[in-house]
């Protein structure tokens, strides 16, 4: 969201109410401060959080990490990273995430996790944003670099850092892409899109305030490349975006930026 914290920290209110009443207010019940200590969440600091959102006059924290655990094994999470008006980084922009695991969509069904997806972005002001599978996990992992190529479709993203970097550009597909100013323009609207896109397997949503929604596909997948499920829906999609992709700034350690660059173009180099 191209929008200081300021200016939409009401409506990261909203978005956060209809998460919890998904998920229950009691489920996101931990939170680190600034030092990396754990305390816990009761509905009074809950409460007292979504208040300063909706107080134009304190909107409250610019970033906020909730989870339902302190541990690594994580299902449930929002994180919110608020920029100030006045950021000295250039592509900095306002970000939220709400996590859901495996579970949730098995047991509520598609068409639920569909609409909650829609629900939660409809009161954002956003250049984009992706709901799928992604990885989740505390660290690097020594076999994440193998899993991240074996299953492109997993996204692995640090909304903190990638908050100060990407600006209006996108990141690569997802089952659920939300599109809004300028890129949407760019594209021709959404006729531009369904013109780029008439596979009937893409569905192209128009949302209120000019902004859309492209479902690549019935499900989310994760894909495999040694089963052959490469997922051509979404190579599909990141060819016809690749001139508005995100890329990672390169880093001072090139085999890690190489690596990166590689990942980041999975769709696109095969």
Not at 115 to 137: I, K, R, Y
């Amino acid at each position: 969201m191209n929008h200081p914290h300021e200016e939409i920290s009401s409506k990261v209110a909203s978005s956060l109410e209809t998460y919890l009443r998904a998920v229950g207010p009691g489920t996101l019940s931990w939170s680190p401060d600034y030092n990396g200590d754990w305390w816990e969440l009761d509905d009074s600091a809950r409460n007292k959080t979504l208040r300063e959102l909706r107080d134009e006059r304190a909107p409250g924290d610019l970033v906020f990490e909730w989870y339902d655990s302190p541990g690594s094994a994580r299902g449930y999470e929002v994180e919110y990273c608020g920029k100030q008006p006045d950021s000295v980084a250039q592509n900095a922009v306002s970000a939220v995430s709400f996590w859901l695991p495996t579970e949730y969509l098995e047991e509520k069904g598609l068409e639920h996790v569909r609409e909650l997806m829609w629900e939660l972005a409809d009161p954002l002001p956003f250049c984009s944003g992706h709901a799928g599978l992604a990885f989740n996990h505390v660290g690097i992992p020594k076999e994440l670099s193998f899993l991240r190529f074996r299953h492109p479709g997993l996204d692995d993203t640090d909304l903190m850092h990638v908050s100060w970097n990407i600006g209006t550009r996108l990141r690569g597909p997802a089952w659920m892409n939300f599109l809004g100013a300028p890129v949407l323009g760019e594209l021709g609207g959404l006729t531009g899109l369904r013109s780029r896109f008439p596979s009937q397997e893409v569905l192209i949503q128009e949302m209120p305030a000019e902004r859309a929604v492209v479902t690549l596909g019935s499900w989310p997948e994760a894909g495999d490349t040694e089963q052959g499920r490469d997922l051509p829906l979404y190579r599909e999609w990141a060819r016809a975006l690749e001139p508005w992709l995100y890329q990672e700034p390169r880093t001072q350690y090139p085999i890690d930026g190489e690596e990166t660059l590689r990942w980041e173009r999975r769709f696109l180099d095969r």
